[in-house]
């Protein structure tokens, strides 16, 4: 089978979207990780500033699955059945990062990222390969 066959037609709206939002919220992580001082807005924003050792390892590993996911979504090296079964789990994993975004103590985390996850949710839903392909 050639790399044709698995390739996305046009990757459309949907795509280019959920690739930029995954790429972004990666990007983020890897600020924390390397010590920006957004701390309020992740992980409960218990730690306003940098963040402790502990959760910067959390958070470069969260950029790691995030940068992974993009790929995935916007890629043609992964077969569409694989892509959707991943797309299908991964958009029900941020439905419930949205609603423990809601739920955060973090005024930060419940305006900026329960938009972004509801948003990505939605994205990663619609970004799915059709069944069957």
């Known amino acids: 089978m050639s790399s ?8 459309g709206r949907t795509t280019t979207a959920a690739c930029a939002l995954t790429g972004g919220v990666a990007a ?3 600020a924390l990780a390397a010590g920006a001082p957004w701390g309020a ?9 940098v963040l402790p050792t502990g959760l910067r390892a959390a958070s470069a590993g969260s950029a790691a699955v995030y940068a992974l996911l993009a ?3 916007g890629s043609s090296l992964v077969p569409p059945h694989a892509r959707r079964r991943v797309l299908t789990g991964a ?9 423990l975004n809601l ?3 973090s005024l930060v985390e419940r305006a900026l990222w329960t938009p972004v996850a509801a948003a990505l949710t939605v994205l990663l839903w619609r970004a ?5 392909r």
């Open 71 to 73: 790929v995935t979504v």
């Open 91 to 99: 958009a029900g994993v941020t439905a419930l990062g949205t609603a």
């Open 103 to 105: 739920a955060s103590p």
């Open 128 to 132: 799915r390969p059709a069944p069957g």
């Open 4 to 11: 044709s066959a698995h390739a996305l037609p046009h990757p």
């Open 41 to 49: 807005a992740a992980w409960g924003g218990a730690n306003p500033g």
């Open 28 to 30: 983020f992580q890897v």
